[in-house]
């Protein structure tokens, strides 16, 4: 029987059968699941599982195998900092909530999870909320950010949670999608996931009693159906994506509009910093790429290698 994970302890799996039973899951053995990555979770929400009965009356199945999965997203593990966390599975988009004011989300901060997203071929979308509390400056900050994204190919909305203005639009993108939701502290992103599953009562199960002891439940990713067919992964805890394994000179390949330029660059292992003839210093000289972009670019090519990477 398949079923899909919509919560992970760590030790025990909420899942979903096709046919809508909710069960709770203990996996058998050990999987392997990436040959080239050491994770301390062989299983994440989104994942879709085999399960077989274990016991009837108690409504617990074995996980005895996994599907593929399409795409994956990952942190460096809170533990172990040589190991990475899989914090979701299979997702259609990967939403940030990010504020202009009170507090304002760096560019670097969108570009790094842009560059995340690119990596796990995740879309993105940015959703700028607090929008409440925007004057003109702000407004006018938002529109640059907004045709500066754009641009590169991201969608780009702009919300008020407290007023709910523009929610239609997240709904409609949110319909029949499996959307995972992040942003740093403050964003309001509590407040965005929780005016969109009120109380998140659409929760069938509680699952606090299958924790270990001692487990912290709220740092893992929990996944709610959405009442318009969507599905919502919320990731508690979680502020930034791991830019593990990319490589200095693989990271234009992250950024869409550079991508699109490499070949004109002189030398074909043009790194864009100081070489001649370079397609991207040009483009961004030209103003066709946008500088904040490349500076981006600079300092995330600066921190790969370094001491607290
Ligand atoms: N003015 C305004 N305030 C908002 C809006 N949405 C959320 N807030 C406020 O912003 C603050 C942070 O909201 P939270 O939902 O807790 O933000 P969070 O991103 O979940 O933050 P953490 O819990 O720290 O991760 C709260 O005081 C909210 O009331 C909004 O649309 N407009
Ligand atoms: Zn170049």
Redesign the pocket.
């Known amino acids: 029987m398949k079923a899909t994970v919509y919560k992970s302890t760590g030790s025990w799996y909420q899942v979903k059968t096709e046919d809508g039973q909710w069960l709770q899951a203990r996996m058998k053995g050990v999987f392997k699941i990436d040959e080239d990555i050491t994770s301390t979770n062989p299983i994440a929400v989104g994942d879709i599982v085999t399960v077989e009965a274990e016991d009837t009356a108690e409504k617990t199945v074995m996980i005895t195998g996994i599907n593929d999965r399409r795409n994956y997203i990952n942190r460096q593990s809170p533990r172990h900092k040589y190991q990475q966390h899989i914090v979701a599975a299979n997702l259609d988009q990967s939403i940030l909530?990010a504020?202009i004011k009170?507090p304002r989300t760096s560019t670097g901060f969108i570009d790094r999870f842009l560059v995340a997203c690119e990596m796990y071929h995740v879309p993105a979308i940015i959703v700028f909320?607090?929008?409440?509390?925007y004057k003109q400056k702000e407004l006018d900050k938002f529109e640059e950010y907004k045709s500066m994204y754009e641009a590169v190919g991201y969608k780009v909305l702009c919300?008020?949670?407290?007023?709910q203005?523009g929610m239609e639009e997240i709904d409609a993108l949110l319909t029949n999608k499996v959307s995972l939701v992040s942003?740093?502290?403050?964003?309001?992103?509590?407040?965005?996931?929780?005016s969109i599953l009120p109380g998140k009562n659409i929760k069938t199960q509680d699952v606090s009693n299958w924790s270990g002891k001692g487990m912290h439940t709220t740092t893992f990713a929990e996944m709610y159906d959405l009442p318009n067919g969507g599905k919502l992964i919320d990731t508690?805890?979680m502020?930034e994506f791991a830019l593990l394994g990319v490589e200095k000179d693989e990271l234009s390949h992250y950024f869409p509009e550079m991508r699109s330029r490499l070949q004109d660059c002189q030398f074909n292992n043009c790194q864009h910093i100081n070489e001649p003839k370079c397609a991207i210093k040009k483009a961004v000289a030209a103003q066709e790429i946008h500088e904040d972009r490349y500076l981006s670019y600079l300092s995330i090519y600066e921190s790969i290698g370094a001491a607290n990477y």
């Open positions: 909530i504020t009170e909320n607090k929008k409440d509390l919300i008020s949670v407290n007023e203005t942003g740093h502290s403050g964003v309001g992103k509590s407040s965005f996931v929780n508690p805890g502020r």
